[in-house]
């Protein structure tokens, strides 16, 4: 009788891994259809509704944003060039996900930063734009332009357009994280 209850004891403990076991395999599953269905909505051009933001005068009028936010927001749609980047340069996924959060927690590559340029930020260096204008940092890991970032594979400036690019900007990110120049991002110190 002992023995009848101590198989079927552990007939059931065997069921139960097998089941959670199954249950991980599917949401894994999930996870990747998910991925694959998001990247297609953004191949064919389906856009969410622009954002509405503020002008910094202090009027609270709205105005639209000119760039349409596509569907593809959200770390987890660029899970897979995150993982490419973070074992070619040898470093943390975390790492570039936690600098990628805190630079731009929509993780909209269309986004411009919200930051305003300060005076002294102006006085320092003129050519970056006016006194209260938003900084001029675009994409996912919010590269500022004019602080003339050369591209390190062609030599060539960082563009708008470029940093926009999420392939480009994470790669980036990775690069600059391998070769201790993450400095220029402020959020590598806070994170």
Not at 58 to 69: A, H, I, N, R, S
Not at 144 to 167: F, M, Q, R, S, V
Not at 179 to 190: F, G
Request: with cysteine; net charge negative.
């Amino acid at each position: 009788m002992r023995d009848s209850f101590y198989t079927e004891r552990q007939t059931r403990k065997h069921g139960y891994r097998h089941m959670r076991l199954q249950w991980h395999i599917m949401l894994k599953h999930i996870k990747t259809i998910l991925a694959i269905v998001i990247t297609i909505l953004a191949i064919l051009g389906i856009f969410i509704p622009a954002r509405t933001v503020y002008t910094s005068e202090g009027d609270k009028t709205p105005q639209e944003v000119t760039q349409e936010l596509t569907v593809a927001t959200g770390y987890e749609a660029y899970e897979q060039i995150i993982q490419s980047n973070a074992e070619r340069y040898s470093i943390s996924e975390s790492r570039i996900i936690a600098i990628m959060r805190c630079e731009n927690d929509t993780f909209d590559p269309n986004r411009q930063s919200e930051v305003l340029y300060s005076a002294g930020q102006i006085a320092r260096n003129p050519h970056w734009g006016e006194v209260g204008e938003r900084e001029h940092s675009y994409g996912l890991v919010q590269i500022h332009i004019p602080a003339g970032n050369i591209n390190p594979w062609t030599g060539e400036p960082i563009t708008e357009e470029l940093a926009k690019d999420p392939h480009f900007s994470i790669q980036y990110l990775a690069y600059k994280i391998n070769n201790n120049q993450e400095e220029m991002w402020a959020c590598s110190r806070k994170v």
